[in-house]
T-cell receptor
Framework: GENVEQHPSTLSVQEGDSAVIKCTYSDSASNYFPWYKQELGKRPQLIIDIRSNVGEKKDQRIAVTLNKTAKHFSLHITETQPEDSAVYFCAASSSSTGRRALTFGSGTRLQVQP | DGGITQSPKYLFRKEGQNVTLSCEQNLNHDAMYWYRQDPGQGLRLIYYSQIVNDFQKGDIAEGYSVSREKKESFPLTVTSAQKNPTAFYLC???????????FGPGTRLLVL
């Protein structure tokens, strides 16, 4: 089955700096890669996703890049703000297997220092 | 997200007891999922269902059971066979043919 590795486990940045979180996946059939943000005690919220037919996607201060050959994808947050502090999860799924359920990384705790 | 509800918010289980967590959605989504989240860890798939009256085991199904008698409901039972049930349980749903999953607010299960 799919295995998703996520790094780093914790990340501390100064307000205004950029943050980058990286994930690798094992199943070459995976074709959907979402990123979720989870605040303490709350549900995960989808912040951006990318499908395997594109290499990059941006939404304001957030961008995701995908390298299918290397089987890794990254989340980039620019001009970080204190409200960006949360745990971020990457995930992967494959529509070809019929399962469609997400396999998650272990999470990155991002702390933005004012 | 507002279309998926979970109850209760907190649930306490005594040893040897079965407990049922509720998940309801009014998004008309075909697929529903149950995940377990342990402190400081990612989400792991327990069970999923892509259509009514059908469901599949996920990666950690032992000690859990589900039913899918209605499209909008996917209850999860934590049985006494689950020896370490303390966790945050999240239900999610997605539309048929779409991978995007939306999560409910979660149920925190604690063992007395």
């Amino acid at each position: 089955g799919e295995n998703v590795e996520q790094h780093p486990s914790t990340l501390s940045v100064q307000e205004g700096d950029s943050a980058v979180i990286k994930c690798t996946y094992s199943d070459s059939a995976s074709n959907y890669f979402p990123w979720y943000k989870q605040e303490l005690g709350k549900r995960p919220q989808l912040i951006i996703d990318i499908r395997s037919n594109v290499g990059e996607k941006k939404d304001q201060r957030i961008a995701v890049t995908l390298n299918k050959t290397a089987k890794h994808f990254s989340l980039h947050i620019t001009e970080t703000q204190p409200e960006d502090s949360a745990v971020y999860f990457c995930a992967a799924s494959s529509s070809s297997t019929g399962r469609r359920a997400l396999t998650f990384g272990s999470g990155t705790r991002l702390q933005v220092q004012p | 997200d507002g279309g998926i509800t979970q109850s209760p918010k907190y649930l306490f289980r005594k040893e040897g007891q079965n407990v049922t967590l509720s998940c309801e959605q009014n998004l008309n989504h075909d697929a529903m999922y149950w995940y377990r989240q342990d402190p400081g860890q990612g989400l792991r798939l327990i069970y999923y269902s892509q259509i009514v009256n059908d469901f599949q085991k996920g990666d950690i199904a032992e000690g859990y059971s589900v039913s899918r008698e209605k499209k909008e409901s996917f209850p999860l039972t934590v049985t006494s066979a689950q020896k370490n049930p303390t966790a945050f349980y999240l239900c999610a749903s997605s539309d048929m043919g779409r991978e995007t999953q939306y999560f409910g607010p979660g149920t925190r299960l604690l063992v007395l």
